[in-house]
């Protein structure tokens, strides 16, 4: 079974920029599409972005489009999420998710078998 683990997170000021990674490892031949998710305290889980397994399609959320960029290194087994002018509104953990699906770059979390622990990413304003 494959297993995702997120680095990257940590304390920033609002302008700034951060860039989160996931690497997969185990079972990697079963995750294949890739995608972040995010979730702030008291809120529900929120779609990030998405890209295919051989990246050549990605998809974000509304709230991101324009300021974050996701891609990934498959000789490496590791996505990565680049995220510039953060805001406090950013503010989440976030989550790596893996989908046995080849050609998904979407936002359905149960399409998503595998998930990372999270890592906390906080704006000050």
């Known amino acids: 079974q494959g297993q995702l683990v997120e680095s990257g997170g940590g304390l920033v000021q609002a302008g700034d920029s951060l860039i989160l990674s996931c690497a997969a490892s185990?079972?990697?031949?079963?995750?294949?599409?890739m995608g972040w998710f995010r979730q702030a305290p008291g809120t529900e889980r929120e779609f990030v972005a998405a890209i295919s397994s051989r990246g050549l399609a990605t998809s974000y959320g509304d709230s991101v489009k324009g300021r974050f960029t996701i891609s990934r290194d498959n000789a490496k087994n590791t996505m990565y999420l680049q995220m510039k002018s953060l805001k406090a509104e950013d503010t989440a953990v976030y989550y790596c998710?893996?989908?046995?699906?080849?050609?998904?770059?979407?936002?359905?979390?149960?399409?998503?078998?595998?998930w990372g622990q999270g890592t906390q990413v906080t704006v000050s304003s």
């Open positions: 185990g079972r990697t031949r079963s995750i294949y599409a």
């Open positions: 998710a893996g989908s046995p699906k080849r050609d998904y770059s979407g936002s359905d979390p149960t399409l998503y078998e595998y």
